[in-house]
């Protein structure tokens, strides 16, 4: 199974994997970062695309 990780020290909250993959990432206003919400939902869209659209490529996809 696909698990993203996001590197929260290098996230600078763009949004862009919200937008691809809102099941499975989101936004807190606390700091402006991403977050994992629901790993398991990578099967409702594409985590890796999520993953390459990332500017600073804080998000990378473990396989377990």
């Known amino acids: 199974m696909k ?3 996001v590197d929260y020290d290098l996230c600078i909250g763009c949004g862009s994997c ?3 993959c809102p ?4 936004l807190r206003e606390d700091g402006a970062k991403a977050f994992v919400i629901a790993e398991d939902k990578c ?3 594409d ?4 993953a390459g659209v990332c500017p600073v490529e804080a998000i990378s996809i473990s396989e377990q």
Do not use: G, I, M, R
């Not at 099941?23 to 989101?26: I, L």
């Not at 985590?47 to 999520?50: F, S, T």
């Open 18 to 20: 919200v937008e691809l």
């Open 47 to 50: 985590c890796e695309e999520a």
């Open 43 to 45: 099967n409702t869209c």
């Open 23 to 26: 099941e499975v990432f989101e």
């Open 3 to 5: 698990k993203p990780v």
